[in-house]
T-cell receptor, first 110, second 116 residues
Framework: QKEVEQDPGPLSVPEGAIVSLNCTYS??????FMWYRQYSRKGPELLMY????GNKEDGRFTAQVDKSSKYISLFIRDSQPSDSATYLC??????????FGRGTSLIVHP | NAGVMQNPRHLVRRRGQEARLRCSPM?????VYWYRQLPEEGLKFMVY????????ESGMPKERFSAEFPKEGPSILRIQQVVRGDSAAYFC??????????????FGEGSRLTVL
């Protein structure tokens, strides 16, 4: 079993839809949870990070962490074609080394 | 303020040659990570360095791979005697402060290695 599981997709949605992206993990030591966005042929860029369980909102993006279920989510409201990218979850604990999921490819079509 | 700079962006090598990938962190950042990305596997950690010190190299293959971050100059990931399986995108990321769990890694655009 991989430490971080993420469905690679692709996930295709119409413009304006609410998108839900998810990751599960097995390492209970993980305390910090991040979401990165990666456009084709570019480096990942940090979207959001959260510490421990709970929700965090930033504009159209909401990150949720449920440590009891070892499950994290990223919601994107009013999705736009410019949101089309690969979304990577990442998490870290005492090692200070983020472990990444393999990424979910999102396609938002007009 | 320039971001993380990686070069070369694209590198082609024949089997058995050496590949050297360079990474200049963001100004003021003293720690860098190297990750390798393959289409089916996502980002895989390789090594975590600060200037003149390797903090964690648990993700580095035991042979042919080495990394350094000298007091002056960029961090270098060196792959000796490359094989086709080394073909991948190699990403460098820097952090403002070491040993931070906030996830604020700033990535470069990557170096894409193709081994013929």
């Amino acid at each position: 079993q991989k430490e971080v599981e993420q469905d690679p997709g692709p996930l295709s949605v119409p413009e304006g839809a609410i998108v839900s992206l998810n990751c599960t993990y097995s390492n209970s030591a993980f305390q910090y949870f991040m979401w990165y966005r990666q456009y084709s042929r570019k480096g990942p860029e940090l979207l959001m990070y959260t510490y421990s369980s709970g929700n965090k909102e930033d504009g159209r993006f909401t990150a949720q962490v449920d440590k009891s279920s070892k499950y994290i989510s990223l919601f994107i409201r009013d999705s736009q074609p410019s949101d089309s990218a690969t979304y990577l979850c990442a998490m870290s604990g005492g090692s200070y080394i983020p472990t990444f999921g393999r990424g979910t490819s999102l396609i938002v079509h007009p | 303020n320039a971001g993380v700079m990686q070069n070369p962006r694209h590198l082609v090598r024949r089997r058995g040659q050496e590949a050297r990938l360079r990474c200049s962190p963001m100004k003021g950042h003293s720690h860098v990570y190297w990750y390798r990305q393959l289409p089916e596997e996502g980002l895989k950690f390789m090594v975590y360095l600060q200037k003149e010190n390797i903090i964690d190299e648990s993700g580095m293959p035991k042979e042919r791979f080495s990394a350094e971050f000298p007091k002056e100059g960029p961090s270098i990931l060196r792959i000796q005697q490359v094989v086709r399986g080394d073909s991948a995108a190699y990403f460098c990321a820097s952090v403002l402060r070491g040993l931070s769990n906030t996830g604020e890694l700033f990535f470069g655009e990557g170096s894409r290695l193709t081994v013929l």
